[in-house]
DNA sequence: ATCCTGTTCAAACAACCGTTTAAGTCAAGT
DNA sequence: ACTTGACTTAAACGGTTGTTTGAACAGGAT
C-alpha cells in the first residue's frame, strides 16, 4: 500500500513540529525526510503556516469531539442527574489519553507536540485551542458546578484552573519524567497515570480548606 | 545612568525570546531594538546560542538560590523538627512568584520566557531545568518524605510529580487566563494565587484515596 | 606623542529560508 | 489518438539568517 504524498508530509511535519517548533523546522527538512519534493508543500497545502494549521486541526478535533461523546453518555446512563467529579474528568483525560498511546506506552512525540501547540504565538495555534476551552466552558463548567453545588464560582474557577494546569503540565513535563525521577514505576502505562491524576485532581477540587495558607512551620500528622 | 551594550541586549533578549522562541528571535531584531550594533552580540557573548544560555542563567539562578535559602531557614525555625507541607511548597513557589512578580501583579513577559524556556529542546535549557531537579530531589524530597513518613515513596513521587505539574502547568497557562476566566478575581494577585495552589497541591499531596479511581456515575455529595 | 586595550561600526560573507515558475509525467475521459 | 486535469519535478527567485572582517574610535598608561 502506497501512502499520499499529502499523508507523507503531514506525518513528517507531526515528528518534526514536536521536537523543533515552528520556527525551527523548515520545510526542506519535512520534504527530504518524507521523500518527496520541496514544492509539493506549497502545493497542497498552500503555504507552511497552512501546513502546520492543518496538522494540528486533524490531531485535536478527534480528542474533542470523544470528550463531548463521553460527557454525553455518562449523563445519558445517570438519567441526567449531576455526575460524579471522576467521571467528569474521566470524559476529559480518557480521550487525550487514547490520542497519546501507542501499542507500547506514551506516544512521546505526540506528547512533544502538544506541548509545542501550547507554546507557540501562533494565531492558529492559539484559536485552536481557545475553541476548545470554549466548549469546556459551555458544556464541562457546568456539569462541574451541578456535581459541586455548594462551592463558590470564584474558588471553584481556580480550581478549574489548577485541575488544568496539572494536566497540561503533566503532558508538557512528561518527557522529564524519566530523567527526573528514574525509579518510578507504572510510568508508560497510561491509564494508571490518569487514574492518579483524577484522583490528585479530585483531591484539589474538594478540598476543604479555602483561603490563605496557614504556613506553620511544623508538620501536623498525617496518614 | 547609562546602560552597558551587553545589558541593553541581555534585556531585550529576554522580552523576544519570550514573545518568540529562540529560532524565530533574530540577532537584528535583538540589536535594533536595543540600540546597539549587530557585531556586539558576537563580541560580547560569542553567539547566539551563547547569548540565550546567558540571559536564562542569570534570570534562574538567584530563584533556585532563593528556594534552598527559604528551606533552611524553616529549618532552622523549627529546630529540624519535619516541616509543613505548607512550609515546603511555600519555598519552592514563593522565590518564583517573587520573580514573575513586577509593581503591578504578573510579570507575563517572564512567564512567557519560563514556558519557551520549559520547551525549547536545547542542551543548556534542559540541563538547566535539570540542575534545579536534582537539587530539588536532594533538598526538597527527603523534606517531603520527613513531612509524610506513611506514604508509600511510588505513591508520593507521583503526587510530587503531578504537583510539579500544577505549577509549571500555572505559570505556562497563565497567559491565557484572562481569556479563559474572564470573570476571575484577583487574577493579578500572585500572593493569592500562589496561596491558592499551596491549598491544592497539599490536597492532592494529602488525598487518602489510592489507586484505581471508582468512576461510578452519581456524584456523591461534597461540601 | 605613542602605544595598548576594549569596544563599536558598516560592510560583507556564505548559507539557508519560503515560495514561485515552467516544464514534465501519467492515468482517466472522450 | 487526443485532451484534460491532477500531480511531480528541478531550478531559480528575492530575502533573511548568524557570523566574520578590518577599520575606526575612545581613553588611560607609558
Redesign the interface.
Known amino acids: 500500500m502506497t501512502v499520499s504524498t499529502k499523508d507523507r508530509i503531514l506525518a513528517v511535519t507531526e515528528d518534526l513540529f514536536g ?6 523546522t523548515t520545510l526542506r527538512d519535512v520534504t527530504d525526510r518524507a521523500g518527496v519534493n520541496l514544492a509539493s508543500v506549497n502545493y497542497h497545502f498552500g503555504s507552511k503556516e497552512a501546513l502546520f494549521m492543518e496538522m494540528l486541526r486533524r490531531r485535536i478535533e478527534p480528542i474533542n469531539r470523544k470528550r463531548i461523546e463521553l460527557l454525553d453518555e ?1 449523563l445519558r ?2 438519567g441526567g ?7 467528569i474528568w ?1 470524559a476529559i483525560l480518557r480521550p487525550l489519553g487514547e490520542a497519546v498511546t501507542t501499542t507500547d506506552g506514551f506516544d512521546e512525540k505526540f506528547l512533544r507536540l502538544i ?2 501547540s ?4 501562533n494565531e492558529f495555534f492559539e484559536t485552536a ?2 475553541q476548545f ?1 470554549t466548549e469546556f ?1 459551555e458544556r464541562f463548567s457546568p456539569e462541574l458546578a ?3 453545588p ?1 462551592m463558590d464560582p ?1 474558588e471553584m ?3 478549574v ?2 485541575s ?7 503532558i ?2 512528561h518527557q ?2 524519566g ?3 528514574p ?4 510510568r508508560g502505562n497510561v491509564d494508571n ?1 490518569i ?10 477540587l ?15 500528622v ?2
Open positions: 521536537q523543533h517548533g515552528f520556527s525551527a455518562a446512563r445517570s442527574a449531576p455526575l460524579s467529579l471522576e467521571a474521566d506541548s509545542q501550547l507554546v507557540e504565538r485551542h481557545q476551552f466552558k451541578r456535581s459541586l455548594k470564584q474557577t481556580w480550581r484552573y489548577f488544568f494546569s496539572a494536566m497540561l503540565g503533566a508538557i513535563q522529564k519524567i530523567r527526573w525521577f525509579f518510578l514505576e507504572n497515570m487514574d492518579r491524576l483524577i484522583n490528585f485532581i479530585v483531591a484539589g474538594t478540598n476543604s480548606r479555602v483561603g490563605e495558607v496557614p504556613n506553620r512551620e511544623e508538620a501536623e498525617r496518614s
